[in-house]
């Protein structure tokens, strides 16, 4: 059973969220946003920070772009990291309360491999830095609040990340 999270209202729009550990996310279709949970060497986390609100780095395809263009384009938009490997981890299915069931469509994650982090620049979309931090993986979840779903989504990241040949 894969969890879901409770019914989110954003501005009248109610969300319901599902973790799905699956590598083979390209068959969750349609995928309309890409994120990653980017490590360190050292096993800490990058997260960005927006109004307050921690979250991972990520964004929507852009014209004919592929998950992993996209994410290596937000990497640099929001964050300006780059990264050396990333492994699909799974996808987050987003069902909205307007919308039968055969309309939701799917977020998917990777884990990635930190290679450089840059000198932060402003996002080209909206103009704003994102201040970027750098929190010990077994803390993250005590900085993103994403409930029993990002609460999954994140062990199985640290998991996968721990399983990884690195030398």
């Known amino acids: 059973m894969y969890p879901k999270s409770d019914w989110t209202n954003k501005k009248g729009v109610f969300f319901q969220f599902t973790w799905i550990k699956d590598p083979d996310v390209s068959k969750y279709k349609p995928c309309t946003q890409v994120y990653g949970i980017c490590f360190s060497k050292d096993k800490q ?3 960005i920070d927006s109004q307050g609100m921690r979250m991972i780095p990520g964004g929507s395809p ?3 772009e592929i998950p992993e263009e996209t994410l290596r384009r937000e990497l640099l938009e929001e964050a300006d990291v780059t990264v050396t490997k990333m492994f699909p981890l799974g996808v987050q299915k987003v069902l909205e309360n307007n919308k039968p069931e055969k309309n939701s469509y799917y977020q998917y994650r990777y884990i990635c491999l930190i290679d450089k982090l840059l000198p932060q ?3 080209p979309d909206n103009g704003i830095i994102y201040h970027r931090l750098l ?3 077994f803390e993250v979840t005590n900085h993103v609040k994403w409930g029993a779903t990002g609460d999954s989504m994140f062990k199985d990241a640290i998991e996968l990340f721990n399983s990884l040949p690195l030398k």
């Open 121 to 123: 620049t402003p996002d």
């Open 135 to 137: 929190v010990p993986f």
């Open 62 to 64: 852009e014209g004919n």
């Open 45 to 47: 986390i990058l997260l």
